[in-house]
């Protein structure tokens, strides 16, 4: 940690090995970002993604990036930095590594919204996407309903969570036996999670929501950072322990949320970039900037990933993300148990 004072008399504290972890993290998104937009059917070299990007492209290959490939990345960067963000706070409020959107049933409830768009309406595409922000809302609010007694503590919040997931998982299970084979087959395919066929519309929604939410959560990190040691600590330092904790969750919904409507449940990646970022920065406290970029850089090399590492097959990047997902919650599990914390 190392201070630092500006010449109008203003200081702070910088955590060096935090910040350059950061930087890296930016550095491998935009890296990844640009090799993906240069990968497909037709591969264009990084040195002309690059000068496409900057506005000198040929009318082609403006085409195939700025109106094809582009969108697709930017909805891919911001997915996965709410996802990321999210994941962060909520594993932070529970004070639980396994407190992410995943176990507790979000993504399901985001999930039921939109098939009940695909299944009872037969929705549009934005139709869909309305309906997963609505169920994600929904599920975050009646878990933190239910999980409320004299205030919300971790273990209960994580057990209504779960029971709530399971609830919402037959509700969808539900759902698609109901649904003929069209809807059946369109409805598996958004709950895989994917990132094909995103294109602006999807862009701007997203961008406009993290640009309010983002910086409205930064400004509670010092808060947050307290509740973690007990609401009893956080009262006895002066912080408005439940309006700190309701305008966090509400903000971790609605970017859980926003995210499953752009791409569908991308698993896992609300899990695991908070945990890595964690680990890679050794730092305490929620570390959420570092969340938000490791959410986004996994994202990123996930959704090439998809594309790439199995050769004419391209997998939707929820598969990936879940399968990589699974083998770390399972080591997450061992390590937790070693511990003695389950």
């Known amino acids: 940690?190392?201070?630092?004072?500006?010449?109008?008399?203003?200081?702070f504290r910088l955590d060096v090995r935090t910040a350059v972890v950061v930087a890296l993290l930016v550095v491998a998104a935009l890296a990844a970002s640009v090799v993906l937009?240069?990968?497909?059917?037709?591969?264009?070299?990084?040195?002309?993604?690059?000068?496409?990007?900057?506005?000198?492209?040929?009318?082609?290959?403006?085409?195939?990036?700025n109106d094809l490939r582009l969108p697709r990345v930017l909805v891919g960067l911001l997915v996965g930095a709410a996802l990321g963000l999210g994941g962060a706070i909520f594993q932070?409020?529970?004070?639980?590594?396994?407190?992410?959107?995943?176990?507790?049933?979000?993504?399901?409830?985001?999930t039921a919204g939109a098939l009940i768009m695909i299944v009872l309406f037969q929705g549009s595409?934005?139709?869909?996407?309305?309906?997963?922000?609505?169920?994600?809302l929904v599920t975050g609010t009646a878990i933190y309903l239910l999980?409320?007694?004299?205030?919300?503590?971790?273990?209960?919040?994580?057990?209504?969570?779960?029971?709530?997931?399971?609830?919402?998982t037959a509700?969808?299970?539900y759902l698609l036996t109901k649904a003929d084979i069209v809807d059946a087959a369109r409805a598996v395919v958004w709950m895989t999670g994917s990132l094909n066929g995103r294109d602006w519309e999807q862009v701007?929604?997203?961008?406009?929501?993290?640009?309010?939410?983002?910086?409205?959560?930064?400004?509670?990190?010092?808060?947050?950072?307290?509740?973690?040691?007990?609401?009893?600590?956080?009262y006895a330092l002066g912080v408005p322990v439940e309006r700190t904790r309701l305008v966090l969750m509400g903000?971790?919904?609605?970017?859980?949320?926003?995210?499953?409507a752009a791409a569908g449940p991308v698993s896992f990646v609300a899990l695991t970039a908070p945990q890595l970022a964690r680990r890679l920065t050794r730092s305490p406290g929620p570390n959420l900037i570092p969340s938000l970029c490791m959410g986004a850089t996994l994202l990123i090399v996930a959704d090439w990933a998809s594309q790439r590492a199995f050769g004419a097959d391209q997998l939707p990047v929820g598969v990936v993300t879940g399968v990589l997902g699974g083998v770390y919650l399972l080591w997450l599990l061992v390590i937790e148990r070693k511990a003695g914390r389950i």
């Open 147 to 168: 999980a409320w007694k004299r205030g919300v503590h971790g273990f209960r919040f994580v057990l209504v969570g779960i029971g709530v997931a399971a609830f919402v």
């Open 125 to 136: 595409a934005v139709q869909v996407a309305g309906g997963a922000l609505v169920g994600g």
């Open 37 to 65: 937009i240069g990968t497909g059917d037709f591969d264009i070299p990084t040195a002309d993604v690059i000068r496409t990007l900057l506005g000198n492209g040929d009318a082609g290959q403006e085409f195939i990036i």
């Open 251 to 260: 903000s971790a919904v609605l970017l859980t949320a926003a995210a499953t």
């Open 204 to 234: 701007w929604p997203l961008l406009v929501l993290c640009a309010i939410l983002v910086p409205l959560v930064m400004t509670y990190a010092r808060p947050l950072r307290m509740l973690e040691m007990g609401d009893d600590v956080g």
């Open 1 to 11: 940690m190392k201070a630092i004072r500006t010449r109008g008399g203003l200081s």
């Open 171 to 173: 509700v969808n299970g």
């Open 92 to 110: 932070s409020i529970s004070r639980n590594p396994l407190g992410s959107p995943d176990i507790l049933g979000l993504g399901q409830g985001s």
